[in-house]
C-alpha cells in the first residue's frame, strides 16, 4: 500500500489559538498519516493471508472468508448458508465433540464465530497469544474436518424454526425484512428463509453446501497480532498446508432487478408508533458515481444530525427519534432508503416532510456548504478505518474479497476529495427515482393520520401469516 | 462565571496497569497518568500511539436515579440539551435567544398550570370547559411561535456540525441511573478542539430548541420500551423488583417527560455537574503536557462547588417472591430478577463471577442445561442491572432472561433455572469451571485495553463510580480470588425465592384487546 496523506486543500494551519476563538473558527493541519502496511502472502493450495504484525497486547485476530453466502441461497432452501455457517461452529471437528470445542474454547477464554455474510461466509476468533495452538488447531479443524453431528443439526433447524415462528414480534424486524423483501423480489437479497424453506433442508444440503464453499482456493484470511511473520507462515502452513485445493470458482449471482410494483406496503401490528421506510433500488458499490451519491446523501439524510432528514424532521419538528436515509451500495445493487419511527398519529405529517425534503435535493440539489461538510466529514473520519490492528487488515481484506485493488481506500479517498457540487446535483437528479419508491409502513392503519390510500395510489397488504 | 485562578495543584500518577500475569515479565505499554485540578476537577490520560487518534470520554456522576418524582426523565432530557450547543456554539444572538427563552418558560407555567385546572373545570364548571381548553390552545400557539422567534437566533446542530466536520467518531452520550457519558473520538490533532467544545458545553450550557426536544425524547420511549417487547417486559419488572429505591424506574414514564421544564434541567445540572463530580478520561495519541496545559486552560476555571445531593433511600429487604404478567402482541418470554450488593460490598466480585459462571457463553451453566441439554429455551442472558463495570453505587439486581422454545411453557424455563441455582447453593463449583471463568478475567481484562475507547471508558467509570481508577485493577485481585465457598455462600444467600421478581409475556391473541 502507498503512503496515506490526508489531505485537504482548504485547510490551513493556524497555530497559537486564542481562548475566546470560536470552535467553528478552529484550524487544524492535514493529519499526517501512514497507517502501517498488512503483509500479503498465499501458500501452496491457495489461501491469500494478508498480516498485520502487531506487538502491543499480546492477543490475535484471526478471520477466514469465503467467497459465497447468502446470496447463493435458493428459494426453497432459504436459509441454507446461515445453517451450514452455525452448524459449522456447534457441529464439532475433528476428534472434538460439540461440547469439547465448546469447552476447549471457553476454557481459555478464545472467542470462535462462523457466520453468513450477504456474498461471502467468515470464521471470526479471537485469542491471546499463549492460545494461538489450540485456537488455530479448532479452527483448522473446523475448516477441514468439521463433524455435522446431526442431533446438533436438528437442534439448530428446530431453533430456527422457532426464530422464524417469531419474526414478527419486533416492528422494526418486520419493517427491514418487508423492505427488502419488497424491492429485491426474489433476487436472493430479498431472500428470507420460510417454515417450508428450513423444512426442505437435509444434513446432506449442509455437507454439500460447506464442500461447494469453505475451500483453501476459495479464501482470504486476515491475522493481526503479536506474532513474526515468519511464525506466522509457519503456523499457516502447519494447521492449513494439507487442506486439498478445491478449484472450484464462485460466482455472484446476476444482479438485482427492479420486479416491484412503487406503491405503499403495509404490514399492520398493533402498536403505537408508524415505522416506516421507503426507497428504490440503485446503484452498487462499483458504480464511479457512488462516491457523489453518498456526498449527497450525507446532506439528504446519511449525516445523522447535519443531514435534512434529521434537522427538520427531529431537530426542528421533533416528530422522531430515529430519521434519516441510508444508501447502501450492495455488490449486487444497491437501494437507498430513508426511514423514521413516529406516533402513528403523525405518520402522514411526517412523511409528507421527508418527501419534500428529498425531492427538494433531487429538483435543486444541495449546498456547497452541505457539500463541503460531508466531504470533510468523510474524509477527516478515514483514519477510524485503521485505528485498530484487526479494524485495518479485515478492511484491506474484504477489498480483495470484494474484487477492488489493494489501494482502493487510498482511491475512495481521492475519489471522495474529487466529488464536486455538480456532480452530487447530477446523481441526485438521476438516481433519486421518486417514482419508483416503495414505502414500507408497519403500524396499525386505525391510528394514523391519514388513510392509507391518500398516501399512495397503489396499496398492498403485506401478508403477516408465518408460513 | 468567576475566574479562578489557574495554579491547579496536578498530581501526575504514573502507574503501570497492575494486570500483567497474564504475560509475565513482558513491559506493559500503558501507564496511567493523573491529573487533578484545584477545582476538583479529574482527568486521566493514557498515551497510546497506534494511530494519530484519541477518545475523550466525560463522566457526571449522576444519572435518572437522581431525579425526583416530578421532574423524572430529566437526567435523560439534559443529556440531550448537551447537544444544543452552548452560549457560543449554536447561536447568532444568545442574549435574544435567552429572552424569548425566559417568555417561553413563563407561557409554558400558565400552560402547566392551566392543564392542572382543566380537571376542576370539567368537574364543577362544565359550561366553562370550551372556554378553557381554547385559553390552553392559545398559549399553546404563543409558545410554538416563541420558539418559532427564537430559532432565527439559533445555528441548528452546530456542536455536532463541528465535530462532525473534524471526522467525529463514536460521538455519543448515554443516560446511565448513577452516571451520564459523554463521549467523541477525533483525529489527534484535535485535542484542543475536544477541549474548548466539552468546557464550553459543560461551562455555559444553553437549553434551546427545548420543547421540541421534549417531543424527541417521548419519541424515544415510544421506540426503545413501548414497541419494544423486551424493554416493556423489564420496564414491569424493575419496577416491580424495587418498591422504594429509585432504581424503580427503568426508563422515564411518559408523563413525566411531557411535563419537564428548564429549571428542571438547571437545577440538576447545577446540582451534578460540578468539577469534583465529573470525570474526565483522555487515551490515544496525545501527550500528557499538553492534555495537562488543554485541561487548566479549558476547565481550571470552572467553580469549584459542591452541593451533590445524595441518594438515601435504600431497597427494604424483599419478603417473599413478586410476580408481574404484561400481555403483549409478542411470543412468550421470562425475565427473572435477584436483588444484590452495591459496587463496595465483598460479595460484589463474587456476584461478578457467579455471574459468567452462569451466563457468559456456550458452556455456562444456563445456556447448557436451557439451550443445548434440555432445549426448552432459544436464548438464556444474564446480566445484572443497572450494570455498570465496577458495579452500582446502589444495591442492583441480577436478571435473566430467556424466551421459550414453542410448546415450552414459561414455568418449565423458570423451573430449570431454579434447578441450576439450587446447584449453586448445595454443590461447590469444582476448579476447572473456576479456572475457566478466571482465564476469561485475564482475557477480558487484556482485550479491554485493545481499542482508546473500551479504556477511556473503562478508567472514566471506574474513577466516578470508586473515586479511584486503580479499583478497576484491583477488581481483576478480587475476581481471581473468588473461591468455590464464597459462590456456595453468595448463591445461598441470594438466589432465593423470597429475594425474586419474576416478569412473564403473555401473548396477546389476535382479535383481543383490539
Redesign the interface.
Same mark, same amino acid.
Given at each position: 500500500m502507498r503512503t496515506f496523506k =490526508?489531505i485537504f486543500v482548504f485547510i490551513v494551519l493556524l497555530s497559537g *489559538?486564542s +481562548?475566546a476563538?470560536?470552535?467553528?473558527d478552529?484550524k =487544524?493541519?492535514p493529519?499526517d +498519516?501512514n497507517?502501517p502496511e498488512p503483509v500479503r502472502f498465499e501458500i501452496d493450495n491457495g489461501i491469500v493471508v494478508y498480516f498485520l504484525e502487531?506487538h502491543? *497486547?499480546?492477543?490475535m485476530t484471526v478471520s477466514a472468508y469465503f467467497h459465497g453466502g447468502t446470496v447463493q441461497d435458493t428459494k426453497d432452501k432459504a436459509g441454507l448458508s446461515n445453517i451450514t455457517a452455525t452448524l459449522l461452529r456447534?457441529g464439532g471437528a475433528g476428534p472434538r465433540t460439540p461440547?469439547k470445542i465448546?469447552?476447549d474454547l471457553? =476454557?481459555?477464554?478464545i472467542s470462535l464465530n462462523s457466520s453468513a455474510g450477504d456474498e461471502y461466509f467468515a470464521v471470526n476468533m479471537?485469542l491471546?497469544?499463549?492460545d494461538t495452538d489450540t485456537g488455530f488447531e479448532i479452527l483448522s479443524d473446523m475448516l477441514t474436518k468439521p463433524v455435522f453431528d446431526s442431533s446438533k443439526m436438528e437442534?439448530e433447524l428446530? #431453533?430456527k424454526?422457532?426464530?422464524i415462528?417469531?419474526q414478527n414480534?419486533?416492528?422494526r424486524d418486520i419493517g427491514r425484512r418487508v423492505y427488502y423483501q419488497t424491492v429485491y423480489g426474489d433476487h436472493p437479497y430479498g431472500l428470507y428463509p420460510t417454515l417450508q424453506s428450513i423444512n426442505n433442508i437435509s444434513r446432506d444440503d449442509v455437507i454439500d453446501w460447506f464442500k461447494k464453499f469453505y475451500n483453501p482456493d476459495n479464501c482470504i484470511m486476515a491475522i493481526s497480532g503479536d506474532m513474526t511473520v515468519d511464525e506466522l507462515k509457519s503456523t499457516i502452513n502447519k494447521y492449513f498446508g494439507d487442506w486439498k485445493k478445491s478449484n472450484i470458482k464462485i460466482e455472484n449471482p446476476a444482479p438485482a432487478q427492479q420486479t416491484y410494483k412503487p406503491g405503499l406496503y403495509y404490514a399492520e401490528?398493533?402498536? #403505537?408508533?408508524a415505522?416506516f421506510r421507503f426507497g428504490f433500488l440503485c446503484m452498487t458499490d462499483k458504480n464511479p458515481d457512488r462516491f457523489a451519491f453518498e456526498v449527497m446523501n450525507f446532506a439528504l439524510g446519511g449525516?445523522? +444530525?447535519?443531514s435534512r432528514l434529521?434537522?427538520q424532521v427531529?431537530?426542528?419538528?421533533?416528530?422522531?427519534?430515529?430519521v434519516g436515509s441510508y444508501f447502501y451500495a450492495r455488490p449486487l445493487g444497491g437501494t437507498l432508503f430513508g426511514y423514521c419511527?413516529?406516533?402513528a398519529d403523525q405518520l402522514s405529517q411526517s412523511l409528507k416532510m421527508m418527501m419534500a425534503i428529498i425531492t427538494e435535493v433531487k429538483e435543486n440539489g444541495i449546498t456547497k456548504d452541505e457539500m463541503e461538510?460531508a466531504k470533510?466529514?468523510?474524509? #477527516?473520519?478515514?483514519?477510524?478505518s485503521?485505528?485498530?490492528?484487526s479494524g485495518l487488515v479485515n478492511a484491506i481484506a474484504m477489498l480483495e474479497l470484494g474484487g477492488f485493488p489493494s489501494d482502493q481506500l487510498q482511491k475512495d479517498l481521492e475519489q471522495y476529495q474529487a466529488v464536486t457540487l455538480e456532480k452530487c446535483n447530477e446523481v441526485a437528479k438521476k438516481y433519486l427515482d421518486l417514482d419508483k419508491i416503495a414505502l414500507v409502513i408497519v403500524g396499525s392503519e386505525k391510528e394514523f393520520d391519514a388513510p392509507l390510500d391518500s398516501l399512495s395510489k397503489a396499496v398492498f397488504k403485506v401478508p403477516m401469516e408465518i408460513k | 462565571m468567576k475566574q479562578i485562578k489557574l495554579t491547579a495543584l496536578i498530581v501526575i500518577t504514573c502507574f503501570v496497569l497492575l494486570f500483567c500475569t &497474564?504475560?509475565a515479565g513482558?513491559k506493559q %505499554?500503558f501507564p496511567v497518568n493523573e491529573i487533578k485540578l484545584d477545582n476538583g476537577l479529574i482527568v486521566l490520560i493514557v498515551e497510546?500511539t497506534?494511530? %494519530?487518534?484519541f477518545t475523550g470520554y466525560i463522566c457526571a456522576g449522576a444519572g435518572s436515579a437522581y431525579e425526583k418524582i416530578g421532574n423524572i426523565g430529566t437526567a435523560h432530557l439534559l443529556e440531550h440539551m448537551m447537544?444544543k450547543g452552548s452560549e457560543?456554539?449554536g447561536t447568532s444572538n444568545i442574549g435574544a435567544e435567552t429572552e424569548l427563552w425566559i417568555k417561553e418558560d413563563s407561557v409554558w407555567a400558565r400552560i402547566d398550570k392551566a392543564n392542572r385546572l382543566t380537571r376542576y373545570i370539567k368537574m364543577n364548571q362544565p359550561e366553562k370547559l370550551e372556554e378553557h381548553l381554547k385559553y390552553i390552545e392559545d398559549l399553546n400557539s404563543i409558545l410554538d411561535s416563541l420558539a418559532k422567534a427564537s430559532?432565527q437566533y439559533t445555528i %441548528? /446542530?452546530?456542536f455536532?456540525?463541528?465535530y462532525?466536520?473534524?471526522?467525529? &467518531?463514536q460521538f455519543n452520550a448515554w443516560t446511565g441511573y448513577d452516571i451520564t457519558s459523554y463521549h467523541v473520538?477525533l483525529?489527534?490533532?484535535?485535542l484542543?478542539?475536544w477541549f $474548548?467544545?466539552e468546557s464550553?458545553r459543560l461551562k455555559k450550557p444553553a437549553f434551546r430548541?427545548f420543547?421540541? @426536544?421534549?417531543?424527541?425524547?417521548?419519541? @424515544?420511549r415510544?421506540?426503545?420500551v413501548?414497541?419494544?417487547?423486551e424493554s416493556k417486559l423489564f420496564e414491569q419488572l424493575i419496577a416491580t423488583s424495587f418498591l422504594a429505591h429509585p432504581y424503580q424506574i427503568y426508563w422515564e414514564w411518559q408523563s413525566e417527560i411531557n411535563n419537564l421544564t428548564r429549571q428542571d434541567l438547571q437545577r440538576f445540572f447545577d446540582t451534578y455537574y460540578t468539577p469534583s463530580n465529573l470525570t474526565i478520561a483522555v487515551v490515544g495519541d496525545v501527550k500528557t503536557d499538553e492534555v495537562k496545559k488543554l485541561a487548566e486552560?479549558y476547565f481550571g476555571d470552572m467553580s469549584p462547588v459542591d452541593n451533590f445531593e445524595p441518594i438515601y433511600t435504600e431497597e427494604p429487604e424483599q419478603l417473599g417472591e413478586r410476580r408481574v404478567n404484561v400481555s403483549f402482541?409478542?411470543?412468550p418470554a421470562v425475565y427473572i430478577a435477584y436483588h444484590k450488593t452495591a459496587f463496595d460490598s465483598p460479595d460484589e466480585p463474587v456476584f461478578k463471577v457467579i455471574g459468567r459462571l452462569i451466563g457468559d457463553?456456550?458452556?455456562s451453566r444456563l445456556y447448557k442445561s436451557l439451550v443445548?441439554d434440555k432445549?426448552l429455551s432459544?436464548n438464556v442472558d444474564v446480566a445484572f442491572f443497572p450494570g455498570g463495570i465496577m458495579g452500582d453505587r446502589h444495591a442492583g439486581v441480577l436478571n435473566i432472561y430467556s @424466551?421459550p422454545? @414453542?410448546g415450552v411453557s414459561t414455568a418449565d424455563v423458570e423451573a430449570a433455572i431454579y434447578e441450576e441455582f439450587e446447584k449453586l447453593t448445595t454443590e461447590l463449583v469444582d476448579e476447572?469451571e473456576l479456572? $475457566?471463568i478466571k482465564? /476469561?478475567i485475564? &482475557?477480558?481484562y487484556?482485550?479491554a485495553?485493545?481499542?482508546?475507547f473500551g479504556l477511556a471508558y473503562r478508567l472514566a467509570i471506574t474513577q466516578n463510580m470508586t473515586r479511584d481508577w486503580r479499583n478497576l485493577f484491583k477488581l481483576r485481585e478480587q475476581l481471581l480470588a473468588v473461591t468455590a465457598e464464597d459462590i456456595r455462600r453468595v448463591a445461598g444467600k441470594y438466589l432465593s425465592e423470597n429475594n425474586r421478581t419474576v416478569a412473564t409475556l403473555v401473548p396477546?391473541k389476535k382479535g383481543e384487546d383490539?
Open positions: =490526508f *489559538l +481562548f476563538q470560536h470552535p467553528r478552529m =487544524f493541519a493529519l +498519516f497507517p502487531d502491543q *497486547l499480546p492477543v456447534s461440547d465448546d469447552s471457553d =476454557f481459555v477464554g479471537r491471546l497469544k499463549k437442534l428446530s #431453533n424454526l422457532d426464530e415462528k417469531r414480534d419486533d416492528p401490528k398493533n402498536i #403505537n408508533q415505522n449525516g445523522g +444530525f447535519s434529521m434537522q427531529r431537530t426542528a419538528a421533533g416528530l422522531a427519534y430515529s419511527l413516529t406516533k461538510l470533510e466529514s468523510i474524509i #477527516n473520519g478515514y483514519v477510524f485503521y485505528d485498530t490492528p | &497474564a504475560w513482558e %505499554p497510546r497506534n494511530a %494519530p487518534v447537544f457560543t456554539v430559532s %441548528p /446542530n452546530e455536532d456540525q463541528i462532525t466536520r473534524h471526522g467525529a &467518531a473520538s483525529p489527534s490533532n484535535r484542543e478542539l $474548548k467544545m464550553d430548541e420543547f421540541t @426536544e421534549r417531543d424527541v425524547v417521548s419519541e @424515544e415510544r421506540q426503545s413501548e414497541n419494544n417487547s486552560k402482541d409478542s411470543s457463553g456456550r458452556t443445548l432445549q432459544l @424466551e422454545k @414453542e476447572t479456572t $475457566k482465564n /476469561n485475564d &482475557a477480558d487484556i482485550w485495553t485493545y481499542n482508546n396477546i383490539q
